[in-house]
């Protein structure tokens, strides 16, 4: 291939655009064990939302809406009204009439396929109830080798890494007859010789083999990557790591390249008229000029329209907003900050409804530290904070005495080495499935004694430890003073806490309790990267409680009275149990409060344990508290309990405002709630920080579950039950191969019978004026991306009404 190598430098540089357009298309998918939520759509946010929702269901036949049967239940039941549908049509201006758009409910749907390739034309020609399929077995043996490859942690093998991904997969294929003997293609390890030493010289080569038109190479290579978006999102999470740490990762490029080749190494060269080549040249063409795009726009009307119906709801709902009675943070002897996740809403309104000297306010989880967290006596580091974000400090654990610290590293030490030679024996090839039988009875015990175990989410981390060291050790920011200072100014100030502090000011954290799922850190906080959000509560109240960090906050004009103490917390959301941490020292009129606040707590939880009892299919325990606890922590233990908490399914809307807004409002745990006072903000900045970090996290929760939803097979991860782990954290293959598998398990989304999440773009109401948002809009391409280009709603509240950003014109949402 010298040829090749000469080419002109105007075709490389094209098919170098058409590569980066393939790269980019992709979204990350974390590990699992830092997993957050993750808008799947991401690298398409510059596109308009149903532009993208054409383009992925022509190119990856993956739809944006649910099917018109979905529609025409919420029609027939009266949750989408001629009203709503009205201004869906007015708002995408539609050239379609009410009644067609009604009628069309009545029409056959059609299922989406995505662009065809060689593969696909060639299993059209085999005996597929006989013989494998050349998809298939593509995906497999790509998935195969690419979980090898990555894993660092399962397995005690894995093939030799020479370079590259693509290096490595092509001399493997060389010698690898699997394949062949399987389709009965037996010249693979040959032509896999004669592939080009470089990903990018090979996509080059495939291109020109294949006679793909230039103009269809962006399209082309985008539907060769989507065949495997599972491993092209691991491999996009690597891509999205190397770019924080200012390196670079090609990954992505290789992993297409070795999809690519596939479609090279099965094709015979023959390019006669009844070849498998002309008859998929031929399909790609129809496929395209076939597509059914006013479909597609008639399920976009409906779903805008399901939208519209939510907000109506929403805005009605708000525009109690400010009545409450109950005394606000200025009355306040107890102030509870928990994240703004929608799970936290139905704790606060519960807890606020204990006693009137209590209210709350919402904060992103990771209350604004920038950290990473080192256990003690471990070299184990993992981040607390947004994936959006790279940690720039360090959490550490000490008990505040040398002698106490070095006999807790010990322990723990010798604890990982035990347990270092179990996962050793666990790993080893086929010992997943013979492991109970190699133990026998005396693993049985451990078993039992497992599932009847009340995990509170912290027993690794204490594992093997005293009680007393235990007890003693508390995670402490290594920083400096000075910038202890600024950064308790900063939380406090993005809290609107610089005044009117409570005697006693919880930070409440908030974790998942869940056996035997792999993607419990789905269920933990995304703000704190999959992790719980006890070690920033902790490590924030040390530093605000530090006298030396309270002279330099009153320098700065913050005063912190003096009998005000910070208590860090974690509320189980499975649960509904709040943990206090570090209270023993507590004294003065915070040690006076906490047999109040304890009950407050425990009341709470079992109000808010009540109004959860339906969907989780207890509604008969609802009226019987104890025995409603026991059959939740029950289900929190169990090991084959798919559905231990809904984790946030149903989000919907996301409110910018403070809480004397939002008080004694039932927002049916569907809405984030984050604390935000614009008469404070002149320049906008707090807003700005928020629209451009805790905002975008929503979106990318409330896409998450979109996605999951509406394309269960390309973003969800399937079947929860039969889910095996790949490389020890890197994802979950649904049985024992295809691609990877990304976003969340049916079970997280349906409850057997129907959809536990409503799919709907989440909406976002800011309390502020109008210029002020506008504001941060211009100055924020990111933001403006995300609402010009609807892949959010957003709207203002002043004085109980709402307001819909539509265009650069703010509009009233139509109520009849």
Known sequence: ???????????????????????????????????????????????????????????????????????????????????????????????????????????????????????????????????????????????????????????????????????????????????????????????????????????????????????????????????????????????????????????????????????????????????????????WKNHFEQYDSQLIQIKHIWQRAHEHSYQRQLAQTLSKAGTSTKPGTSNARVQAAFCIDVRSEVFRRHLENQSEQITTLGFAGFFGLPISYTPLGTSATRPQLPGLLAPIMTVTDTTGKPALDQAVIEKRQSELSKDADWFNFKSLPGSTFSMVETMGLSYLGKLIKRSLTRNTGRDKETKGLSRQQTHALRPILQAGVSQRIELAFSVLEGMNLTSDIAPLVLLVGHGSQTENNPQKAGLDCGACCGQTGEVNARALADILNDPLVREGLAERGVVLPEATR????????????????????????????????????????????????????????????????????????????????????????????????????????????????????????????????????????????????????????????????????????????????????????????????????????????EDTIEKVLQEQPVVSSLVNNQWLHLARIENGQVTFYQQGDWVTCATS
């Open 1 to 283: 291939m010298n040829a090749l190598h000469q080419h002109d430098e105007a075709l490389r540089i094209k098919v170098d655009e058409a590569i980066q357009n393939a790269s980019s298309c992709i979204a990350p998918s974390w590990p699992m064990d830092k997993l957050i939520a993750v808008n799947p759509y991401w690298s398409h946010i510059s596109q308009p939302f149903t532009d993208v929702a054409h383009h992925l269901a022509a190119l990856a036949g993956s739809p944006m809406t649910m099917s018109l049967s979905y529609y025409q239940k919420l029609w027939a039941d009266g949750e989408i009204s001629m009203v709503d549908v009205k201004q869906s049509l007015d708002l995408m201006a539609s050239q379609l009439t009410p009644e067609e758009v009604v009628d069309a409910l009545t029409q056959t749907d059609k299922i989406l396929t995505p662009a065809p390739l060689l593969s696909d034309c060639l299993d059209s020609r085999r005996d597929l109830q006989h013989e494998p399929a050349w998809c298939d077995t593509i995906t497999h043996q790509i998935s195969q080798f690419c979980a090898s490859y990555y894993d660092k942690h399962q397995s005690d093998w894995n093939p030799q890494r020479i370079n590259s991904l693509y290096q490595s997969w092509r001399k493997t294929l060389t010698k690898d007859h699997s394949v062949s003997l399987l389709m009965n293609a037996h010249d693979i390890p040959s032509l896999a010789s004669q592939l080009e030493p470089t990903p990018r010289q090979q996509i080059l080569k495939a291109l020109l083999h294949l006679e793909i038109p230039e103009h269809d190479w962006p399209d082309y290579l985008q539907a060769n990557i989507y065949r495997v978006s599972g491993w092209a999102s691991w491999c996009s999470y690597l891509k999205w790591q190397a770019d924080l740490n200012n390196d670079d990762d090609e990954s992505l490029v290789h992993l297409l390249a070795i999809r690519l080749s596939w479609e090279l190494l099965i094709d015979d060269a023959d390019r006669d008229n009844g070849s498998a080549w002309h008859d998929w040249r031929s399909r």
């Open 566 to 769: 910070f208590v860090a917390a974690l509320h189980n959301t499975t649960t509904d149990q709040v943990t206090l941490f570090d209270i023993d020292d507590l004294q003065g009129k915070a040690a006076e409060l906490l047999p109040i606040i304890n009950n407050a707590l425990k009341q709470a939880g079992e109000a808010a344990r009540a109004e959860r009892a339906p969907a989780l299919g207890l509604e008969k325990l609802k009226q019987r508290p104890e025995s409603l606890k026991k059959a939740i922590f029950k289900r929190a233990s169990d090991w084959a309990q798919t559905r231990p908490e809904w984790g946030l399914a149903n989000n919907a809307a996301f409110i910018i405002g403070s809480r004397s807004l939002t008080r004694g409002l039932d927002f049916e745990g569907r809405a984030f709630l984050h604390e935000y006072d614009h008469s404070q903000d002149p320049e906008a900045t707090q807003l700005s920080q928020i629209m451009t970090a805790p905002m975008v996290v929503t979106n990318w929760i409330n896409m998450q579950y979109f996605a999951s939803t509406v394309d269960t097979l390309r973003y969800g991860s399937g079947n929860k039950t039969l889910h095996n782990v790949v490389g020890g954290r890197i994802g979950v293959f649904e049985g024992n191969g295809g691609d990877l598998r990304i976003g969340l398990a049916k079970q997280s989304v349906h409850d057997g019978k129907e959809w536990q999440h409503t799919p709907l773009r989440i909406t976002v109401v800011i309390d502020a004026p």
